[in-house]
C-alpha cells in the first residue's frame, strides 16, 4: 500500500471515530440526564473520554506521516505505537473508573441507600443507536487496520468493539431496571469494565512488545531465509535481526558468502538480497546485509573427501 493511501486511511478512520464519539458524548450525557438513566449517563461520560484521546491520537497519527530527518532517520512511524499506548491507558483507566462506580452502585442499592424508579424509553433507544453505530465502526476501523497495520488504528478498533460491550450493557440495564430489577444495571457494567481493562491491557502489551523492538517472529524468519536461499551467491543466512518503526520492518541480515569473491561480487549479491526482501516481504522498507566470508559448498565437500 502506497504511504499517502495508508496515511489516508489511518486519518479517515481517526476523524469517523472522533465524529462519531462526540455526537454520542452528547446524545447520550443529555439523554441520560432527562431520561434519569445512570447507565446512559455513565456511558456519555466514557464517551467523553474517548473524545479527549481520539484527539490526542489525531495529533499523533499526524505526527506520524512526518518525512525522515536528520534526527529520524527512519521517519516518524514510532508515534502510531506511541498513540496506541495512549489509547490502551486511556481504555483502562475508563475501566477502572466504571468497574468502581458500578461496585459503589451495587452496594447502594444492596444497603438500601439508593434508589432507581426505571429510566424512560428513550434511555434505551439512544443506547440501542449506540450499539448500532459502534457496530459499524468496529467493522470499518477493524478493516482499515488490517490494510494500514497501524497499531493505533487497530487499538481503536478495539476500543469500538469495547463500547459495544458497554452499550449492550446499559441496554440490559436499563430495560431490566424499568422491569424492576435495578441492580442488574450495575452489575452487567461491572463485567463490561473487566472485559475492557483486559483489552486495554493488550492494547498496552501489543504496543509495547514493537516499541521495545520485539525479535522477528518465527514465520518471518523462516520467511527470509527461505527468500535469501534463492539469492546466488549466498551460501548461509547466519543471523536475522529486525524492529519495527511503526508498521515498517528495518531487517537486519549477516550471510555467509564465498570469502574469494571480489568487493564488488559482494556489494551485487547484497544489493540483490535487500531487492528481495523489500519486494516480497510486506512492510519491509530497510533491509542491512553484512557478509560473512565462508567457504563454498563444493570446496566444503573435496575438503571432507
Known sequence: MRTGMREHRGILAVNLGLGANILLAALKTGVGILGHSPALLAEGVNSTSDVAYYVVVSVFVRLA????????????????????????AFVMTTAIAIFWDAVNRVYDLATGRGEFAGALSIALWAALFTVVLKLALARLTRRLGRQTHNPAVIALAQD??????SASAACVGIFLGRMGYPWVDPLAGALVALIILHTGIEIVRS??????????????SEEITSLLG???????VEEIRAHRFGPYLVVNV?????????VGEA??????????????????????????????????????Q
Request: glycine residues 6%; contains cysteine.
Open 207 to 220: 504496543a509495547a512488545t514493537e516499541l521495545m523492538d520485539a525479535v522477528p517472529s518465527r514465520e518471518l
Open 65 to 88: 506521516g512526518r518525512p525522515p530527518d536528520a534526527e529520524h532517520p527512519y521517519g516518524h512511524r514510532q508515534m502510531e505505537s506511541i498513540a496506541a499506548l495512549v489509547v490502551g
Open 267 to 304: 556489494d551485487r549479491i547484497a544489493s540483490q538480497a535487500e531487492r528481495t526482501l523489500i519486494e516480497q516481504v510486506d512492510f519491509v522498507r530497510t533491509v542491512h546485509i553484512h557478509c560473512h566470508p565462508g567457504a563454498p559448498a563444493v570446496d566444503s565437500e573435496r575438503t571432507s
Open 254 to 262: 549477516t550471510v555467509a558468502i564465498d570469502g574469494s569473491l571480489t
Open 160 to 165: 469500538h468493539r469495547n463500547d459495544i460491550f
Open 230 to 236: 534463492r539469492v546466488p551467491g549466498i551460501l548461509a
